[in-house]
């Protein structure tokens, strides 16, 4: 029998005052709402400590048209396009069929404009929901689609709007795709985040050569998986900096695929880890990586799973 | 409480190869130890295969015939890429993870019991399932029409069942289908003998010609293929005012509905819709998906 995080209280940590059974999150755009892995038998929620929903805008969305995703050397590209049905939608028919005895959910708050992420955020505010992630990786309609997370001053601006929004836990999903990132954490902290998540996909490509068209039907798409690690990784040890005076947690993430990788992200100043992409092909690693993180703890004499937290030597 | 009812209706499985056998074509029929799937499959679900480890994502197949006494499926690829290239070197005693079964299935109407099953390439093997099952389900009485620009997976046989309205020149069966007392013609361009020169949609379109209005009534059509092919198949459909399923294919990730990657723009009461090929579909009302001109 695998160690299930419920029967084994290392795992547990408090994350901005929220009691996660384990360190394990489940990403956004990953697993839909919260209930579409349970389609898999022995898959469970309780054996994460969080579950972050799709990302949802205002007014619901379609999307992207096909292809959305597919597969690239250690990874995969995606541009769904956002589809989801509001958050209305998600507020009023989607929450209510969640079981909170079994996690804690993370709305994922996306936005065109500075003002519908303050008003999507104020909506999930009046929710049971157990704390909102802002994914400021959205372009931004009124500077020419810039995305808001690569520039430092808009990162700033949508993190102020949605901090006025809410008192929850107010985490922020930092973008790859720009030079400064401890830059941007720092700015964010200063506008009100409580969190990061770290970090949000890589732009990428792939070409059809034979019909000279790229195959993502949006042309381009976030990489995930197991190719971006490394960047993550460097990328939650430079935003760790920034965070470790103030105590600030931070979702490591990209490219995690067993209990090792989650560990290195944990060493390198993660409080929790992001599964996403890995779960596509094995749905239930999350026992799996608990089982090790928890072995890991044993071996090295650790109590908490929180004391390995930034615990990075650098040579 | 909430009623949940799609919990636990995938399972996850080692699944041992049984046999991996080549044909024509770069086609492979591939049967596998799979209990758990082979005991709740219904036709035109799929499973999605851990092809190699090397690779990030899973490869959606679907299901050409489950023995749930034998805990065994089968299943007819062509290898068209990495992943099925890699799922072409696996040799018996090795094992695969599976998740299935995955999808909503095929949903006759005991109203329409002549089930007109057009399968076209790697489209047959939903289409051989159900033909399985609608055999040993009275009132249905099926009949199918597959379509192969390769060599079929099998060997042609003269056909067994009489069916009217139809060319002479397509005089050959299908084996398996024969032997079960399921009618089925097979149409190529490729002048295999025996065979129907030209589409699948040509060929239905004798047989539905040939029927009276009473038993055209009674026809509801049943189709998975290339996309073309479906195209065709629903506009044949329409124009006979028969009730059609078809079965989609779309690049997929998850495969359990969590990504939203492998959508479908559907028309509904509502307006258009993205559906999920993997749990919304793969099977879909060919009206929702190909809209008429
Ligand atoms: C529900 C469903 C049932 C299917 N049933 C069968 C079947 O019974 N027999 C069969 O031969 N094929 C079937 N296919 C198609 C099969 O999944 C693809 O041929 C296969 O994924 C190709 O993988 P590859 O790595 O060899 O090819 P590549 O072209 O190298 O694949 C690259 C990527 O694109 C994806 N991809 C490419 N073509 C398709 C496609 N047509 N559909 C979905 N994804 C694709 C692959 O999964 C992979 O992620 C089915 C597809 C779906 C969605
Ligand atoms: C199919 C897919 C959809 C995603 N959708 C969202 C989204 O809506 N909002 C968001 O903040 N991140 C989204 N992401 C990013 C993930 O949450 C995660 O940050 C990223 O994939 C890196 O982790 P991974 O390598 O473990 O997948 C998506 C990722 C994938 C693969
Ligand atoms: S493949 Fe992820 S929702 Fe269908």
């Keep these: 029998m695998m160690t299930s995080p419920a029967t084994d209280p290392r795992l547990a940590i408090d994350f901005c005052g929220l009691a996660f059974a384990s360190p394990l999150v489940l990403l956004s755009g990953c697993v839909g709402f919260g209930e579409e892995y349970t389609r898999v038998r022995g898959f469970s929620n309780r054996d994460v400590g969080a579950v972050c929903l799709k990302g949802t805008t205002l007014a619901p969305r379609l999307g992207n048209q096909p292809h959305r995703v597919f597969e690239t050397p250690c990874g995969m590209l995606n541009a769904i396009g956002l589809q989801n049905p509001g958050v209305d939608h998600v507020v009023e028919r989607i929450l209510p069929g969640l079981d909170f005895a079994e996690t804690r959910f993370i709305a994922n708050v996306s936005g065109s404009t500075v003002e519908e992420y303050h008003e999507v955020t104020r909506r999930f505010d009046d929710s049971p929901i157990d704390a909102i992630e802002v994914n400021i990786s959205c372009p931004n309609v009124k500077e020419g689609g810039v995305a808001f997370g690569n520039d430092i001053a808009m990162s700033a601006q949508v993190v102020t709007a949605c901090r006025q929004a809410t008192r929850k836990p107010l985490i922020i999903k930092l973008s790859p795709n720009q030079t400064d990132i401890a830059g941007n954490a720092r700015a964010c902290l200063e506008a009100g985040a409580d969190a990061f998540s770290v970090i949000n996909t890589l732009m990428g490509m792939a070409i059809d050569s034979e019909r000279r068209r790229p195959v993502i039907g949006n042309n381009q798409g976030g990489l995930s998986g197991p190719a971006i690690k490394p960047i993550a990784l460097l990328k939650v040890h430079q935003v760790y900096q920034v965070c470790r005076p103030h105590g600030v947690p931070i979702i490591g993430q990209g490219g995690v695929e067993n209990g090792r990788d989650a560990l290195e992200f944990l060493i390198a100043g993660a409080s929790a880890v992001g599964i996403g992409t890995a779960l596509f092909y094995d749905p239930l690693l999350c026992r799996e990586i608990n089982a090790t993180i928890a072995d890991y703890l044993t071996r090295h004499g650790l109590e908490r799973v929180a004391d390995l937290t930034g615990t990075l030597c650098l040579n | 409480m909430t009623d949940r009812p799609h919990r636990d209706t995938i399972a996850l499985e080692d699944a041992r190869v049984l046999s991996q056998d080549a044909y024509p074509g770069d086609q492979r029929i591939l049967r596998l130890a799979a209990p758990a799937c082979a005991r709740d499959a219904r036709p035109g679900q799929f499973v999605h295969l851990r092809c190699d480890p090397r690779l990030a994502l899973r490869r959606p197949l679907s299901i050409m015939r489950a023995d749930p006494d034998a805990g065994s499926i089968e299943l007819l690829y062509k290898v068209v890429g990495e992943g099925t290239r890699l799922l072409a070197t696996r040799r018996p005693g090795e ?130 293929g290339p996309h073309p092919m479906l195209a065709a198949v629903a506009d044949l459909a329409r124009r006979w005012g028969l009730p059609c399923q078809v079965s989609l294919e779309e690049y997929m990730a998850c495969g359990v509905g969590g990504c939203a990657g492998c959508v479908v723009e559907v028309r509904t009461p509502d307006g258009p819709a993205m559906k999920r090929v993997c749990v919304d579909g793969p099977v879909f009302a060919a009206e929702q998906v190909f809209f008429a001109a």
């Design chain 2, 95 to 224: 094992t695969l993870s599976l998740l299935g079964p995955i999808g909503q299935p095929f949903a006759p109407h005991a109203e329409r019991p002549r089930a007109l099953l057009i399968g076209g390439g790697v489209g047959l093997p939903p289409m051989v399932f159900l033909a399985d099952a609608l055999r040993r389900a009275p009132p249905w009485r099926p009949f199918a029409i597959l379509g192969s620009e390769v060599p079929f997976p099998f060997d042609l046989q003269p056909a067994r069942h009489p069916i009217a309205g139809l060319p002479a020149e397509a005089s050959a069966a299908m084996p398996l289908l024969d032997d079960w007392g399921v009618p089925n013609r097979l149409a190529s361009r490729q002048g295999y003998p025996g065979c129907f020169s030209g589409y699948v949609t040509d060929l239905a379109e004798h047989w539905l010609a040939a029927l009276d209005e009473a038993a055209r009534a009674e026809v509801e059509v049943f189709a998975c």
